[in-house]
């Protein structure tokens, strides 16, 4: 892997935490001191994705801005570096017109026509349509690929099996990618999932599979690559597993008391991880750690400048956007 | 290929089944667009269950005539992507009854990405599905459940009642921008292997023609009484309508068509002149289209109405499977006609 390539990647990551800090504080900035969890300038759940910068800035780094992906609930991560829109993805969480849809979808529901981005507050539902993007894809001729994120706990979904099947059956150019982060809110990995590698589902369809431990971003890079690479050689779907990090809550709010790993948890942060690596490769200075993180704040703070700018959205439009 | 956007007085001679005339008209516009394709279970060499794809498979072969695995919620969800990505699948559900293997995909996706999206992704999906019983199914294969779709937004719902009606709104419903749920009843197909009514079989022009979405039928006019109603039970409404003649009543039967869009209008037209309406629906009775039609006549002006409303519908049970006992449920003629003598003769 080469240096550029290293070095981009640590800029998404970068990117990416910036962000989810900032939605962090600004999310909590107007619910204090009593945490209401309908109140303030972005009411509602909040999924925020720290930990998890490997998975997708790994799989992203290979996507075009023609080739689809769904992300599940927690989407920030995806969407920023499937590089969707930033100011109009945070005029959406803050519910403003100007929003990616309007204010009518919110965090959970983010649909970039210009990226093929979506996303599902459904755990497991993603999949199905990521297969109808890859169909219509290869239909056209065309060599996109589509790719469906979820957590680990949707590898025991009904539809996640029926997915995998139907997809290699098409032989459809689709990659599903499992970000297994442990927890399923409160339920862990071995409480609710009979194998120890969701990876080896992939035999069970016939396709390839494979697991990504330790949160290894460069690992997710090259794994990725391959998995792509062969869907849009034509060669159909590959399963791939992340082993990830869910550094906050499952939501905001969440007191995580169920958690009995919260004292490794800073240890595995794999951003001062990677910043380290990298500065021992000689990747990185601190002048340009510094410049990445000037920067990702300069972009972050400006897409949240414009949402808090942006227009609210008219009550009495609220009936609008139903049908085309 | 001439293309109207309303169906001709059907000046045809030529009579077609409503499952023939379904799928005729899928047919042109996979003639017409090569974005339409068929996806679903047993839609391909056997025809689909009900015949609303026969022919197809063999007309334009497996890349656009697919059988999929027993994966509602995975084919469904299919189509939704590819519709999003600019195709125009029609997917069939094999029966209406089992949505709830696969409803996330159509109430919360399909259904839902248009509005979610701020209007900026469109669905333009048909989602086809057989309702209704008659012929001892049983509860899960005999339910009509339009009710239930048309309750969440999201999606247009249609439910044509004879052949005309039925090509014309699938020629709309693929050519809609929105996800447009098809729900055809198994008794007004016209099938030789289940007893039919007359009605099922009817004159359908050739060419290809859209019935509006969103615009009830007055299927007979009368001055006593309005029976709002759809689908096969529309067929049964026609039939006691001629019936009544005998009485010296006069019947007005309006077929609803579309559910979703509802077209409120004509059902007030009809109601404001006869007085007296019955809502025949084989769905169940309690909170669905039965209650829907009545309120529109409460909030509109209760004082259209000269007698009570009648309804006629499934009284909120699962449809027994005993031939006598799914007729003593169904809104069948008998039924109808009671319903009829009650208002007119109260």
């Keep these: 892997m080469d240096d550029k390539t290293r070095a981009e990647l640590y800029r998404m990551m970068v990117l990416i935490r910036t962000y989810e800090e900032a939605i962090l504080r600004d999310y909590h900035a107007d619910k204090k001191p009593a945490f209401d969890i309908g109140a303030g300038l972005v009411p509602g759940e909040m999924h925020l994705s720290a930990g998890q910068e490997p998975v997708a800035a790994g799989v992203c780094a290979h996507l ?23 100011e109009r993805m945070t005029a959406e969480i803050f519910g403003r017109e100007s929003g990616l849809g309007r204010g009518r979808g ?38 996109a690929v589509a790719v469906a994120f979820a ?122 991880r990677y910043e380290q690596h990298l500065l021992a490769e000689q990747v990185l200075t601190e002048d340009s750690i510094r410049q990445v993180r000037q920067e990702a704040s300069a972009r972050v703070e400006k897409a949240i400048e414009f949402a808090k700018q942006s227009p609210i959205p008219a009550p009495e439009r609220a009936a609008e956007y139903v049908f085309a | 290929m001439s293309v109207t956007q309303t169906p001709p007085a059907p000046t045809t001679s030529r009579r077609l089944t409503t ?75 094999m029966f209406a009854d089992f949505f709830g293997v696969c409803m996330d995909q159509i109430y919360n996706h399909m259904a839902k990405i248009h509005f979610e999206s701020g209007g900026h992704v469109t669905v333009p999906m048909v989602l086809m599905t057989a309702a209704g019983g008659g012929y001892s199914d049983g509860a899960q294969h005999s339910q009509c459940l339009w009710g239930t779709f048309a309750h969440l937004p999201g999606m247009k719902v249609v439910v044509p009642s004879n052949p005309a009606d039925a090509k014309g709104l699938m020629i709309s419903a693929i050519r809609d921008d929105n996800p ?25 022009p050739e060419e290809a023609y859209e019935t509006p979405i969103g615009r009830a039928a007055v299927a007979r006019e009368g001055a006593d009484v309005t029976i709002v109603t759809l689908s096969l039970s529309v ?33 007030l037209t009809s109601v404001a002149k006869t007085g007296r309406l019955i809502v025949v629906d084989e769905d169940y009775r309690s909170y669905g289209v039965s209650g829907e039609i009545a309120a529109i006549v409460a909030e509109q002006d209760p004082a259209l109405l000269r007698a009570p409303v009648q309804r006629v519908a499934v009284p909120d049970v699962p449809l027994p499977y005993a031939r006598v006992l799914e007729d003593a449920v169904l809104p069948n003629r008998e039924r109808i006609r009671a319903a009829v003598r009650r208002l007119t003769q109260a």
């Design chain 1, 151 to 272: 957590g680990e706990g949707a590898a025991n979904a009904g539809v996640f099996h029926e997915s995998l099947n139907l997809a290699a059956l098409w032989n459809l150019p689709v990659i599903f990618v499992v970000e297994d982060n442990d927890w399923a809110i409160s339920v862990p990995r071995r409480a609710s999932t009979a194998i120890g590698n969701n990876a080896d589902r992939a035999f069970a369809y016939g396709i390839p599979g494979a697991r990504v431990e330790d949160n290894d971003v460069e690992a997710v890079y090259t794994t990725a690559g391959e998995a792509v690479a062969r869907a849009r050689a034509g060669e159909g779907p590959t399963l791939l597993e992340i082993h990830t990090l869910r550094l906050w809550g499952h939501f905001e709010g969440d007191p995580q008391a169920y958690r009995d790993d919260l004292d490794e948890v800073p240890g595995r942060d794999p951003i001062p």
């Design chain 2, 235 to 267: 067929q049964h409404a026609l039939d006691v309508a001629e019936d009544m003649i005998g009485e010296g009543v006069d019947v007005e039967v309006v077929d609803l068509r579309s559910l979703v869009p509802l077209d409120r209008e004509t059902v």
């Design chain 1, 106 to 143: 919110g965090h959970m529901h983010l649909f970039d026509p210009a990226t093929h981005f979506s996303c599902s507050g459904i755990v497991g539902e993603g999949l199905p349509p990521a297969l109808g993007q890859a169909f219509a894809f290869k239909r056209a001729g065309a060599d």
């Design chain 2, 19 to 93: 499952a023939k005339a379904i799928v005729e008209g899928i047919a042109q516009e996979m003639e017409r667009d090569p974005g339409v394709v068929v996806i679903g279970e047993d839609v391909g060499a056997y025809g689909g269950i009900f015949s609303s794809t026969a022919g197809l498979l063999d007309r334009f072969g497996p890349d656009r005539v697919m059988d999929t695995p027993i994966s509602e919620s995975a084919f469904i969800g299919l189509g939704t992507g590819a519709a999003v990505e600019g195709m125009r699948p029609i997917v069939e559900l």
């Design chain 2, 180 to 204: 447009v749920v098809y729900m055809f009843h198994k008794g007004a197909m016209g099938l030789p292997w289940m007893a039919k009514n007359p009605r099922s079989v009817g004159p359908v």
């Design chain 1, 64 to 86: 075009r801005q023609h080739d689809a992906v769904t992300a599940p609930h927690r989407p920030h991560h995806v969407a920023i570096a499937k590089g969707v829109d930033l």
